[in-house]
């Protein structure tokens, strides 16, 4: 069954910085990857996916996300930190052979000023 | 125009009483979700319908019952409510595409926060 690991439940950076969070999946077949952000009292909303195609994924906001098969890795980054960032970011896989898509537990990034 | 609309927002109801949270999508979508969100912000998937019909039920308690009427309409109705069901409640909509696999891009609402007392 296909899973995630989010490392680090809390990050802190400080605006402009480099902006690093981690996730590692497991899947037992080529899985499609996703990060998804949430602001306070708000729903999830995708940030980027990967499905196969180019490994470098680049989302809105200036987040892009690199898939490396040989980590079993689908980090997040963003080369400068606003504060407009801070939310609690999700990674999550699907194997698409059903509809499940499954979140990791989730990482909160402040932005320090 | 909101995509994908829960209502109540909220709900703060006793122990041992029945509610029921309603979503609506007007994407066009032919799946939709209920996920749960617990205080330590843990998302969790319940149940999923395509095109009414339920594709995936995660070992729910039966006291949790999804209905849904068409395909733009999947409701929750939760009866005899326990401490243990406070949370926030998401539904979420996506495209599934016949022949291929699901791209799982999640459309969500903006949860139903739901306090039981």
């Known amino acids: 069954a296909q899973s995630v690991t989010q490392l680090g439940s809390h990050v802190s950076v400080s605006e ?85 898509i499954i979140f990791g537990k989730g990482t909160r990034l402040h932005i320090l000023p | 125009d909101t995509a994908v609309s829960q209502t109540p927002k909220y709900l703060v109801t006793q122990m041992g009483n029945d509610k029921s949270i309603k979503c609506e999508q007007n994407l066009g979508h032919d799946t939709m979700y209920w996920y749960k969100q617990d205080s330590k912000k843990f998302l969790k998937i319940m149940f999923s319908y395509n095109n009414k019909e339920l594709i995936i039920n995660e070992t729910v308690p039966n006291r949790f019952s999804p209905k849904s009427p068409d395909k733009a309409h999947l409701n929750l109705h939760i009866n005899s409510l326990e401490l243990g069901d406070s949370a926030v409640y998401f539904c979420a909509s996506s495209i599934r595409t016949s022949g291929t696999r699901n791209t799982g891009e999640l459309f969500f609402g903006e949860g139903s926060r739901l306090t039981v007392l």
């Open chain 1, 16 to 100: 402009g910085a480099l902006v690093l969070l981690r996730c590692n999946y497991s899947s037992s077949v080529p899985p499609y990857l996703f990060w998804y952000v949430q602001y306070p009292n708000q729903g999830l909303q995708l940030l980027l996916k990967y499905t196969s195609a180019a490994t470098l994924v680049k989302g809105i906001n200036g987040f892009e996300a690199e898939f490396k098969k040989s980590e079993t890795s689908f980090h997040l980054t963003k080369p400068s930190a606003h504060m407009s960032d801070a939310a609690e970011y999700f990674c999550a896989v699907s194997e698409g052979r059903d509809d499940k």
